[in-house]
């Protein structure tokens, strides 16, 4: 996978999971399914996770890469997200740049963290109500058991996805589903923890002395 599609990966996750606020404060309930979606999201302020990444193309006809790893998150827009070998690779975000670790390249490259939702989906964790409704058309399907899905549409033709599904177990985040034109991508969280305090520093990158360092952003 090039550095590249490890970016857009990023940009619509989480996790963004993310994932991904400083919320809001409302004046009045709201039934709608978009204010069921952002009470779920309100109550987690930091989260900790397993992944399993499938990607797919043509609509998943074709299994296309699988991935696992550790997520880390933290309000405001805090992330750690790592890729276990033999794709290793570090993602990380202090809310202001964005370091993508490519390990068997020995390459860094340092993004301007975009304060944009639809660009960045994983700030739907940090959004308000407001936020949500003005990037999203927001659907809850039928729940079932313990779960509650929520299907999202970007209101915007310029976002890099169609549309985002989230699947929440007894409250807590547990599947992400990002469907594209071209690409299906599938997160899945296990052995999640949430409203922990993780080391504010885990969220920092030192650079290797002997990686190729690329900066996407006028310096």
Do not use: C
């Not at 998150?73 to 202001?96: C, H, M, T």
């Not at 779960?147 to 890099?160: D, E, G, P």
């Amino acid at each position: 996978m090039t550095q590249i599609n490890i970016f857009l990966i990023l940009r619509v996750l989480l996790l963004k999971a993310g994932l991904i606020i400083l919320f809001s404060s409302l004046t009045k309930a709201d039934d709608s399914a978009s204010f069921k979606l952002y009470q779920l999201l309100e109550r987690t302020n930091s989260l900790s996770a397993r992944f399993q990444q499938q990607i797919s193309y043509e609509q998943g006809s074709i299994m296309a890469e699988q991935f696992r790893g550790d997520f880390l998150f933290l309000k405001p827009n805090y992330l750690r997200w790592v890729i276990e070998p033999p794709a290793a690779q570090e993602i990380v975000s202090n809310g202001d740049k964005i370091w993508i670790h490519d390990v068997e390249l020995e390459q860094v490259i340092i993004h301007d963290f975009k304060n944009d939702l639809l660009a960045t989906p994983s700030l739907i964790f940090s959004s308000s109500l407001a936020d949500i409704n003005r990037s999203y058309t927001v659907t809850e399907q039928q729940a079932k058991e313990q779960s509650q899905y929520f299907v999202l549409k970007a209101n915007s033709r310029s976002s890099l996805f169609i549309r985002l599904e989230l699947e929440f177990f007894q409250g807590v985040i547990s599947q992400v589903k990002l469907v594209s034109d071209d690409q299906i991508n599938i997160i899945s969280f296990s052995n999640t923890k949430t409203n922990i305090s993780p080391a504010i520093d885990l969220f920092t990158f030192d650079l290797p002395k002997t990686a190729e360092v690329l900066y996407n952003y006028d310096r």
